[in-house]
């Protein structure tokens, strides 16, 4: 099975959630969409992503064609990996950081008002 979901034209089909699949399938040409419909009716069987699909399919039928774009191009779904600096040893094993003594009342170098 999971051969099948390796060879659909938009990768990690099955984790986008519909708006997503809505711009995606716009790339997609009517044969790559028959593809998606099939697996998504033995699958899933959502039907406001069936419905998306069987529309976008009567558009194509009717003479549309796939919009520009890459449907495994960028992701928002998905965070960015983080950037920065590694953490080197000295900073992994340091000390926790205390937080400041404004607002605590069992601190006695706090000024009472």
């Not at 390796?6 to 009517?30: E, G, K, M, N």
């Not at 040893?89 to 605590?104: E, L, R, V």
Request: net charge negative; charged share 20%; no cysteine.
């Amino acid at each position: 099975m999971s051969s099948e979901r390796d060879q659909l034209a938009i990768p990690d089909y099955d984790h986008l959630p519909v708006a997503s699949l809505t711009s995606r399938i716009r790339t997609l040409d009517a044969d790559a969409l028959a593809g998606l419909i099939s697996y998504e009716e033995q699958h899933g069987a959502r039907e406001p992503v069936l419905t998306i699909m069987r529309a976008r399919a009567d558009e194509l039928a009717a003479g549309a064609t796939p919009s520009g774009g890459d449907p495994a191009g960028a992701q928002p779904e998905h965070a960015p990996a983080p950037t920065g600096p590694a953490l080197s040893p000295s900073t992994t094993n340091a000390p926790p950081i205390n937080p400041p003594s404004q607002g605590d009342p069992t601190n006695p170098a706090q000024p009472r008002g």
